[in-house]
Nanobody, 124 residues
Framework: QVQLVESGGGSVQAGGSLRLACAVS????????MGWFRQAPGKGREGVAV????????YYTDSVKGRLAISQDNAKTTLYLQMNSLKPEDTAVYYC?????????????????WGQGTQVTVSS
């Protein structure tokens, strides 16, 4: 089992920055990838950023490239999402997830473990 707890959400004006953190515990070595997903009101959950801890490779959805950055600490016990140049359309609940990512790393179906989510609100 893997436990994931997000923190760092909040309210910010457009153009501002936030850094989300996800505390990771349990059998994390049983998974191959870790990612951040988000779900806006009335919309489905979408993949935002993914990292493979084994080699550091990252993937991003097109709408966040150049603005958001996923990383992890050396001990691999904390996953981060640095969010810069935020836009109102980034408003959503952000979730941390861990999975195997054998096919599409941005797909929800690749992930077995999920955090409870943290709210990010960007005002114009």
């Amino acid at each position: 089992q893997v436990q994931l707890v997000e923190s760092g959400g909040g309210s910010v004006q457009a153009g501002g920055s936030l850094r989300l953190a996800c505390a990771v515990s349990g059998h994390i070595y049983s998974t191959r990838c870790m990612g951040w997903f988000r779900q806006a009101p009335g919309k489905g959950r979408e993949g935002v950023a993914v990292i493979f801890p084994g080699n550091g490779r990252t993937y991003y959805t097109d709408s966040v490239k150049g603005r958001l950055a996923i990383s992890q600490d050396n001990a691999k016990t904390t996953l981060y999402l640095q969010m810069n140049s935020l836009k109102p359309e980034d408003t959503a609940v952000y979730y941390c997830a861990a999975g195997d990512c054998f096919m599409n790393p941005l797909s929800l179906r690749e992930y077995k473990y999920w955090g409870q989510g943290t709210q990010v609100t960007v005002s114009s």
